[in-house]
């Protein structure tokens, strides 16, 4: 019991690394272009509305989140995909968009419409990435302060594969600054894949020690620690007491 224990202990431990590793390979491999990702835009014009506008975008590396408020001068870019209504740009970009309710947009588990009080006006990108479920995420903002003094994007959990260090304060938009690597959990998400790549190791891991029982079986020796007991296995083994009553 203790061995399969410490099986189960390992797999675990692994089936979370496997979970980073995939988020980061998707996150590397993902287009860098963040009009290629097919998309929806709502805006939330209430008078109780934290933000005007959301965006969400997906591919099957991950999602992006995206939401702004009181920075329509600043970012004519984004103010303009993420209009009411939505646009659709022409070919080459697969982006569509339509007015939905933002409720309909954002999964609960993001923060990316809870404000910064010290911005007037902000614009966040929220970057997730993993498989089969979205497993970590990273989170880009810029603001403009009450005198309109534009803050420049400020990455949080996320690494520079570069540098492995934080990504520097940029003057541009997420992914023209380059790619980085995702830190902050998702939950469940990161509970869902590390379970489900923990399982796949496990099963790796009984597949090899039943293979290796077999071969240890048909050499004559005892399955369990390889003491040779000859071929003669009915009797059981006096090192380790396998196959032996009690």
């Given at each position: 019991m203790p061995r399969q224990l410490t099986r189960i202990l390992i797999c675990t431990i692994l089936g979370a690394l496997t979970t980073i590793i995939v988020a980061w390979e998707r996150a590397m491999s993902a287009p860098g272009n963040p009009m290629r990702w097919r998309g929806y835009s709502a805006t939330d014009e209430s008078p109780s509305a934290t933000f005007s506008t959301y965006g969400r975008m997906d591919r099957p590396e991950g999602v992006l989140l995206s939401s702004q408020r009181g920075i329509s001068n600043f970012f004519p870019s984004i103010a303009s995909v993420n209009a009411p209504g939505g646009i659709r740009p022409s070919p080459p970009y697969h982006y569509f968009a339509e007015e939905i309710s933002s409720k309909d947009i954002l999964p609960w588990w993001t923060d990316i419409d809870e404000p910064a009080p010290s911005f007037a006006g902000e614009a966040r990108w929220l970057a997730a990435f993993g498989w089969p479920a979205v497993s970590m995420c990273y989170m880009?903002?810029?603001?403009?302060?009450?005198?309109?003094?534009?803050?420049?994007?400020?990455y949080t959990g996320a690494i520079d594969p570069k540098t492995w260090s934080s990504p520097a304060t940029v003057n541009q938009l997420m992914f023209d600054a380059g790619r980085f690597l995702p830190l902050r959990p998702v939950w469940p998400g990161f509970a869902i894949d590390a379970l489900f790549y923990g399982s796949l190791w496990f099963a790796l891991a009984c597949a090899f020690v039943s293979a290796k029982r077999r071969l240890r079986t048909f050499r004559g020796r005892c399955p369990r620690c390889a003491y040779d007991l000859r071929g003669r296995l009915a009797a059981g083994c006096p090192e380790c007491g396998w196959n032996r009553a009690e």
């Open positions: 880009s903002v810029c603001g403009v302060d009450a005198a309109g003094t534009v803050i420049p994007w400020t």
